[in-house]
């Protein structure tokens, strides 16, 4: 057994005299609390204070997270199902007719994972459209300056794409991911565009008229492990 294993919790009776041993084993009970893992590591080899082991709790208010040490390292308990979800939706309309993938503004959301092991859902709907007969545009996810749920199928690759053929037609682009950034630092999902072969690309927005409005949403949702 570690140094903080326990065969037995104590239950004390009025004006029970407690001996040292008792008194260090209903405080091996409790789960410190530190500001932040500065802190945690500060509290414990030092004179006077408990010599780190495994099998140690925590819990830290700057990620409000509960941590056990393994022996080697801290270590994150992650619950299992829906831990946070964070979203952004956008309303106006948008457009560009870079040959190079620019970031449709507002179409971005940030979010801190509270644990490495956590897997990211990210949830993307968005209404296009492009101009030119002899273009298209592309849209594509990602991940800060990552782009993931990238297709190898062809050479200008992305989850949504709209020619001209149809001017006066929005498409509903979309696409669910399931993203492994293994990291607790925050992160921003976001979408970017490219309008192929000359025209212009258009978000929320038919490429003929402005008669009809579309509304984008993105929406991730940090899933424990």
């Known amino acids: 057994m570690g140094a903080n294993a326990q065969t037995t919790v ?7 005299v407690l001996t ?13 609390v530190f500001a932040d893992s500065t802190a945690r590591d500060a509290g414990f080899g030092g004179a006077g204070e408990k010599t780190l082991a495994e099998g140690q709790l925590c819990y830290l208010e700057s990620t409000k997270v509960v941590q056990f040490y393994n022996g080697t390292a801290w270590l994150t308990l992650a619950p299992g199902g829906i831990i946070q979800v964070q979203s952004a939706i956008k309303t106006d309309a948008f457009s560009s007719s870079s040959a190079t993938f620019t970031d449709v503004t507002g179409v971005s959301v940030s979010i ?23 273009g298209d545009s592309v849209f594509r996810l990602m991940r800060d300056t990552t782009a993931i749920a990238v297709s190898t199928a062809g050479t200008t690759n ?14 509903g682009a979309s696409i ?16 970017q565009g490219v309008a192929v072969g000359g025209g212009t690309f258009f978000v929320n927005r038919r490429a003929a008229d402005t008669n009809f409005g579309g509304v984008t949403t993105i929406t991730v949702c940090e899933v424990g492990a």
């Open 176 to 191: 669910g991911f399931l993203d492994s950034p293994a990291t607790t630092s925050a992160i921003t999902y976001k979408v």
């Open 158 to 171: 992305g989850f949504g794409q709209a020619s001209a053929t149809y001017p006066n037609s929005m498409f």
């Open 20 to 32: 040292a041993d008792q008194m260090n084993q209903s405080a091996r009970t409790g789960v410190p």
């Open 112 to 134: 801190t994972p509270r644990a490495t092991t956590s897997k990211i859902w990210v949830i993307v709907t968005i209404p296009i459209s492009h101009s030119s007969p002899t």
């Open 10 to 16: 104590p239950t004390f009776t009025a004006s029970q």
